[in-house]
């Protein structure tokens, strides 16, 4: 009898419940579901139906999307013109509010969350010009009739330090979230009437039926404001949601070198991502550090409890050498880091994993910066972004990676919502860059790193016995196993074998 390793689930009608300390920590997953993928400047169309006949079926949680608010309008349209507002309303080059309200129910009714990025620390650099809807906007004098804000609703000397208004020591609570950051015009959070704005455009993402929000720029607005917003919010839809349910928010908050802003900070106002994470695996993975030490990977690191974190190995800005350093970041252009990587993420037990999904460009690195960083979604003549065209082989058109549709991944979510709450157990080493553990009884894992050595051990991996198909090297279709099978005996032992060579060290 072949076993896939997911059929040891007991509970996948079980809502996912989290026992975090913040109201806003829960991301609502059905079912069983645990795992998020960012779906980068996808069409909105192209969403709702990856959540019908993808994301759903193979069990994704939910779908992060980029920024959907109306926003300037650069040129060649680089990817960072959606974190440059120009007004509140529902519009951007992946689609239309309609097209969006569509996508949010079907998405839904798939089983399948939607979060959304959302940028209220600041509106455009100095430039003035139109927005992708037609909203004429004057960055220099700080006019955005859209909204409407004007010069008032913006920080200026009185409560920036700085000569220029920016941001020049990001150590310093004050002029990290009263100064500009890389000269975009900062918000006066601290203004009811500003508040109120943001709070009224997240509540109509709400009341059409969001789960919840990416923060982005946490770090750089003051977490007594971010309260004072709270305090408006709806609760999340009752078609979709129960009742007096909160959104899941989760901050960006990148570390600082003296702690003088504190990711804990946050961490009462929803989750953080969790930047130490991504930064202490990649170290493991590029051989930094001995992948043995992961055995009590988390907040043993110095890292938040699990379940203040959201946790990622790529990201948007990471890809791209915004955030962290290139060449320690793993990202599609090193495929084998990024799968064994993301394995070990979504096979440990801690945090909210998000899965990245990029979109292809040509990487031109000059002095360790990436000079093509700036290159927008794929577009036909008119700028219109490209449609997602999966392939038969679940492969996307070469203009997309679509990581989370890789099959050592998209397996991989299925044995994190398998595994469940479950601890891990039966951890084993060889000292070195070898490891392998099980979630309780349900699920098994192992890892081969070792430069030039086979990994081939017989080891106890908490299973019951059974003829189980390696979820990393194939899929089970008809009782028929595609890639490596593992028989585990009575006692729950099997010999476990990965190559040297071996292309996913899995």
């Known amino acids: 009898m072949i076993v896939e390793l997911i059929v040891f689930s007991l509970a996948l009608t079980i809502p996912y419940q989290t026992l975090a300390s913040s109201p806003y920590s829960d991301p609502h997953f059905q079912h069983n579901r645990k795992v998020i993928t960012h779906l980068m400047q996808w069409k909105f169309v192209d969403i709702a139906d990856e959540c019908e006949r993808f994301l759903g079926p193979y069990g994704y949680g939910g779908v992060q999307v980029s920024p959907v608010n109306e926003h300037a309008s650069l ?25 969006f309200r569509d996508m949010v129910h079907r998405c839904n009714k798939a089983g399948v969350r939607i979060y959304v990025d959302v940028v209220l620390n600041h509106m455009t650099g100095p430039q003035s010009g139109v927005g992708i809807d037609g909203t004429h906007y004057d960055g220099n004098s700080m006019q955005y009739p859209g909204i409407p804000f004007g010069p008032n609703d913006f920080h200026g000397h009185e409560s ?99 702690n003088a802003i504190s990711i804990s900070d946050y961490t009462k106002l929803g989750r953080s991502i969790e930047f130490h994470y991504y930064h202490e695996l990649c170290n493991v993975i590029r051989g930094n550090n ?26 948007h800005d990471l890809q791209r050498g915004h955030t962290g350093q290139l060449g320690l970041n793993i990202n599609y252009f090193e495929s084998r880091l990024l799968k064994v990587a993301t394995a070990f993420m979504l096979a440990w037990p801690y945090g909210i994993p998000r899965v990245m999904s990029s979109y292809r460009w040509n990487q031109k690195i000059v002095n360790g910066k990436d000079e093509n960083d700036w290159i927008g979604p794929p577009a036909d003549g008119s700028g219109s972004i490209l449609s997602v ?107 476990i074998s990965i190559g040297a060579n071996a292309d996913d060290h899995l």
């Open 75 to 99: 040129d060649r349209h680089p990817w960072y013109e959606l974190y440059q507002p120009v007004s509140y309303r529902i519009v951007s080059r992946s689609g239309t509010e309609s097209q």
């Open 290 to 315: 001995k992948l043995k030490w992961l055995h009590n990977f988390g907040q043993p690191w110095g890292m938040v409890p699990n379940d203040d974190a959201l946790i990622m190995v790529d990201s």
């Open 389 to 495: 065209k999966p392939n038969s082989d679940l492969t996307c058109n070469q203009e997309w990676i679509c990581e989370h549709r890789w099959k050592q991944i998209y397996n991989m979510v299925q044995f994190r919502n398998t595994a469940g709450d479950e601890p891990v157990k039966n951890w084993w080493d060889n000292g070195d860059y070898q490891i392998a553990f099980s979630r309780g009884a349900k699920t098994f894992i192992a890892i081969n790193l070792q430069n030039g050595q086979h990994l081939k051990q017989n080891l106890h991996t908490g299973l019951p016995s059974g003829n189980y198909c390696n979820l990393v090297t194939g899929n089970v279709h008809n009782g028929k196993c595609s890639g490596q099978m593992v028989h585990v005996d009575g006692s729950g032992h099997a010999m």
């Open 160 to 258: 920036c330090p700085t000569s220029n208004l920016d941001i020049q020591n990001y150590d310093d609570p004050t002029q990290a979230r009263n100064c500009r950051l890389s000269g975009l015009r900062d918000l006066k959070q601290s203004a009811d009437y500003v508040r109120t704005k943001q709070a009224d455009f997240l509540n109509h993402l709400i009341d059409i039926g969001v789960a919840g929000f990416r923060f982005d720029a946490s770090k750089h607005m003051w977490p007594g404001d971010l309260q004072a917003i709270y305090s408006k919010l709806h609760h999340l839809n009752e078609k979709y949601f129960p009742s007096n349910s909160n959104p899941f928010i989760y901050h960006e908050v990148i570390y600082s070198n003296n």
